[in-house]
């Protein structure tokens, strides 16, 4: 690796400098989200929480996915803070060569549970046929997200932070272009509908993955080679699944807990999982700056851990969240106010405008506990401390959110609105907890530099 080429983040690097174009990044991903929403609720309404359907789903693969890649930006950022650059490209070649075989083995487990996962979901007879096409296409190209997400978190970790940016607005214009090609363009007759858009899909990150690789050699920020993995660092792998699995567990016992939240939505009918679906195209507005945020002080938090400046690290994370936490309540009060305009671009459906109104006024409240989680919890696991976070992910999720949403919405019958209640509910307690770890300093001793023998 090139020492020299290395961009060196530390206490006085300014948030915005990485969190400005991530924070773009996120915004041209909601945009991207937004265009097939609204480009699906055109061509067919079923389409729309169908594939909402189907994309909670390839979350839960993604978690998979992220267990390398959550580890890879720990050690990446932590060895870069400690200057040990020797190390480099091999943990750059290890975590992309067992991410792409966990893609390939995914990939096939999901195409073929694929029917279970329909029945588990309590998916309607009109929506079935186009979630199950979705995944077959999407899910059957997971090895190329399961590839791009170590990739990028590589290039992240070492300060360039912009070309997520610009692959993003490149993966947004062939998704769209593709969209359009397919729903009704020149290949409409086809008449392939969702799978038109789902072959986008994976086109769009076949080639982004392509421009991550190209970008990573014609910057000097390492190489890839098998010859890095002879002998085999079995050591380091299991050091990095060690990291890697309590955040994948985390994330697992979320989105199964989100996903049997939306079994109860599916139950309520149609309007209510299109509500769900319109609205979290918006919700992704209020979520996406302090999501940034965080993902900057992630990255600045590790290579002050790994620089052995814990105070600095403490003060910085603090410093996000006075940033962070009033322009999301912000962010999340706009959108419950213009939502009955803004859910209008989407449908004319009535019922489906006024249960997306009242989802978005409990909204509010799960953003601010969401700003919480994602600053703490993504400082937390910058310093190592990442078995924390499961343990109030599990009690707090299926303890709090699930029972809250269920007596809530479906007990006391306010419907969809009530589930996110419950969201609203785990968000904010666990919030507190993680932040009072945090301010207690309980992560600190638990570098990864430290424990990481080589």
């Keep these: 690796m090139n020492q020299e080429k290395t961009i060196v983040i530390d206490e006085k690097t300014p948030l915005l400098i990485l969190a400005g174009p991530m924070f773009l990044e996120l915004l041209l991903n909601t945009m991207l989200n937004n265009v097939d929403t609204l480009m699906l ?20 693969m993604n978690i998979f996915f992220n ?83 170590v990739m990028l ?56 993955l392509a421009a991550l690789i190209i970008f990573f050699y014609a910057t000097g920020t390492g190489r890839l080679s098998l010859h890095y993995l002879n002998p085999f660092p079995g050591k380091l792998l299991a050091k990095m699944i060690k990291i890697g699995l309590p955040t994948a567990g985390e994330h697992l016992t979320y989105n ?27 919700i992704y507005f209020a979520m996406i700056f302090s999501n940034a945020s965080a993902m900057a002080t992630q990255i600045i938090t ?26 999301t309540i912000a962010l999340a009060s706009v959108n419950a106010l213009l939502c009955r305009y803004t859910l209008q671009l989407f449908t004319e459906n009535q019922n489906i405008i006024a249960l997306g109104q009242m989802i978005m006024i409990a909204d509010i409240f799960v953003e601010a506990g969401r700003c919480l989680n994602m600053t703490f919890v993504s400082s937390l696991k910058a ?50 907890i993680v932040m009072y770890y945090w301010y207690k300093k309980k992560w600190l001793g638990k570098s990864v530099v430290e424990k990481v023998e080589i």
């Design 383 to 432: 310093a190592g401390a990442y078995v924390f976070p499961l343990i109030m992910g599990i009690v707090c999720n299926w303890g709090l959110g699930l029972t809250t949403g269920y007596v809530v919405g479906v007990v006391l019958g306010i419907g969809v609105a009530g589930i996110f209640i419950g969201t609203a509910t785990d968000e904010i307690i666990r919030g507190l």
């Design 67 to 149: 267990v390398i890649a959550t580890a890879t930006s720990v050690v990446v950022a932590q060895y870069l803070g400690a200057r040990q650059y020797e190390k480099m490209n091999m943990i750059y070649t290890l975590a992309i060569a067992v991410n792409l075989v966990i893609g390939i083995i995914l990939s096939g487990i999901f195409c073929a549970a694929n029917p279970l996962i329909m029945d588990f979901l309590n998916v309607s007879p009109e929506m079935r046929p186009y979630s199950m096409i979705y995944i077959y296409i999407v899910g059957g190209g997971g090895f190329v997200s399961a590839v791009f997400n």
């Design 256 to 282: 199964l807990y989100q996903t049997t939240m939306l079994s109860f939505i599916n139950s309520m009918g149609n309007d209510s999982v299109n509500a769900r679906a319109y609205c979290n195209s918006i």
């Design 302 to 327: 590790g290579h002050l851990v790994g620089a052995d400046k814990p105070d600095a690290a403490y003060r910085r994370v603090f410093k996000t969240l006075r940033t962070s936490m009033p322009i």
């Design 41 to 60: 609720s055109h061509y067919d309404e079923y389409a729309v929480g169908a594939v909402g359907n189907a994309n909670t789903i390839m979350f839960m």
């Design 153 to 208: 978190q590589i290039l992240r970790c070492n300060g360039y932070t912009k070309i997520g940016m610009w692959v993003t607005f490149a993966i947004n214009i062939i998704n769209i272009g593709g969209n359009y090609l397919f729903l009704y363009g020149s290949l409409s007759h086809l008449n392939m509908g969702v799978a038109g858009v789902a072959i986008s899909t994976v086109t769009a990150r076949l080639l982004a």
